[in-house]
C-alpha cells in the first residue's frame, strides 16, 4: 500500500486547510493512519492519528482542538483538517500506517508542505 498525502499550500495565520492522505494498491483496513510533519531543522513530530475501523482518533497537544480527523472508508482516504493555522505550523506533513497506535510507522509518502504566513 502507497500513500500520498496533498492538500498543502500557502495561508495566512489564521486560516484553515485540509490534508488528505490517499491510499492505493490496497486499503487502510486494518491500520491505524497517522499524521506527522517536519518543521525545517527540527525533528519529524507526531500530529494526529485515527484507527481506521474504529474511527478513534488522537491529536498533539499541538493541534487539539482546532483540527479534525475523518476518513472515507469508500475512497480509502483520510483528512486532516486544521483551523485557527499558526507561524508554528508550517512544515511538510506526512502520513503513515501502522498496526494499531503503538505500531511501526510505515509506507511513508512525499508529503506536502504547510506554509503559514503572519
Known amino acids: 500500500v502507497q500513500l500520498q498525502a496533498s492538500g498543502g499550500g500557502l495561508v495566512q495565520a489564521g486560516g484553515s486547510l485540509m490534508l488528505s492522505c490517499a491510499a492505493s494498491?490496497?486499503?487502510?483496513?486494518?491500520?491505524?493512519v497517522g499524521w506527522f510533519r517536519q518543521a525545517t531543522g527540527k525533528d519529524r513530530e507526531f500530529v494526529a492519528r485515527?484507527?481506521?475501523?474504529?474511527?478513534?482518533?488522537a491529536y498533539s497537544p499541538s493541534v487539539a482542538g482546532r483540527s479534525a480527523l475523518s476518513r472515507d472508508i469508500a475512497r480509502n482516504t483520510v483528512w486532516l483538517q486544521i483551523n485557527n493555522l499558526k507561524p508554528e505550523d508550517t512544515a511538510i506533513y506526512y502520513c503513515?500506517?501502522?498496526?494499531?497506535?503503538?505500531?511501526?510507522?510505515?509506507?511513508w509518502g512525499q508529503g506536502t508542505q504547510v506554509t503559514v504566513s503572519s
Open positions: 485515527v484507527g481506521w475501523n474504529s474511527g478513534t482518533t
Open positions: 503513515a500506517k501502522a498496526l494499531g497506535a503503538s505500531g511501526r510507522w510505515e509506507s
Open positions: 494498491g490496497g486499503t487502510f483496513n486494518p491500520y491505524t
